[in-house]
């Protein structure tokens, strides 16, 4: 995942596909549910917001409607968790090759950006 701002008023954010999947359903359930009884929506902005994002995935996630979307939305979540540790070795570590999700060992993972120190 990445993002880049290409001028004042507009923000690139580039997704791997495995990313896109999990975001996707994330978001959709967000929009059909809620958020786990908590107050979903602050403001009108961030429904339309959830909901533009839905829609604007729904023509790239080829496995919306297939029979096995649970089964890919799992390997998809899988590539996306951080790896677990034994011992100081990673034993799961996965990774998004374009439309294929495949367990990978032995290879590292880059670690994620932290957020700016404030202050």
Do not use: H, K
């Not at 533009?52 to 297939?66: C, G, K, N, Q, S």
């Amino acid at each position: 995942m990445d993002a880049e701002r290409i001028s004042p008023e507009e923000v690139v954010v580039r997704l791997t596909y495995g990313e896109a999947f999990v975001l996707s359903d994330m978001l959709y359930r967000w929009e059909r549910d809620g958020t786990n009884g908590s107050r979903a929506f602050e403001d009108e902005a961030e429904r339309r917001l959830v909901q533009d994002l839905t829609a604007v995935f729904e023509p790239v996630i080829d496995e919306a409607f297939a029979d096995n979307y649970a089964a890919v939305l799992e390997r998809a979540r899988a590539s996306l968790r951080d790896p677990v540790e034994q011992g100081g070795r990673n034993i799961l570590i996965c990774r998004d090759d374009a439309r294929s999700i495949v367990p990978m060992r032995g290879r590292s993972i880059r670690p994620r950006r932290q957020p700016p120190a404030s202050g």
